[in-house]
Nanobody, 121 residues
């Protein structure tokens, strides 16, 4: 069956970095766009960024541009989210998701279970 498994979350001080991973199985990973979303306590889940199936195009929420980087390794069926210059407002559960294309990430086909990122001030 389809699985998306995130890892790499944790507690970090403001200004620090983390690298999240999302390992995919059960579908043809290299044919799907992948996205990262996050949900902070008491808030709705929001889009963070996306990457096309080839990795040739990436898209980011304005608040994370220049700090976060999405990449993928289709040989390893894994998508990554590098988080740099972290701020307390980046604290959230981070989810990866997949869709047929980047536009489809508005309604992803599959979701991971999430990984917690906590940024202390």
């Amino acid at each position: 069956q389809v699985q998306l498994v995130e890892s790499g979350g944790g507690l970090v001080q403001a200004g620090g970095s983390l690298r999240l991973s999302c390992a995919a199985s059960g579908f043809t990973f290299s044919s799907y766009a992948m996205g990262w979303f996050r949900q902070a306590p008491g808030k709705e889940r929001e889009f963070v960024g996306a990457i096309s199936w080839s990795g040739g195009s990436t898209y980011y929420k304005d608040a994370v541009k220049g700090r976060f980087t999405i990449s993928r390794d289709n040989a390893k069926n894994t998508v990554y989210l590098q988080l740099n210059s972290l701020k307390p407002e980046d604290t959230a559960v981070y989810y990866c998701a997949s869709a047929w294309d980047v536009d489809g990430l508005g309604h992803p086909l599959y979701w991971g279970q999430g990984t917690q990122v906590t940024v202390s001030s």
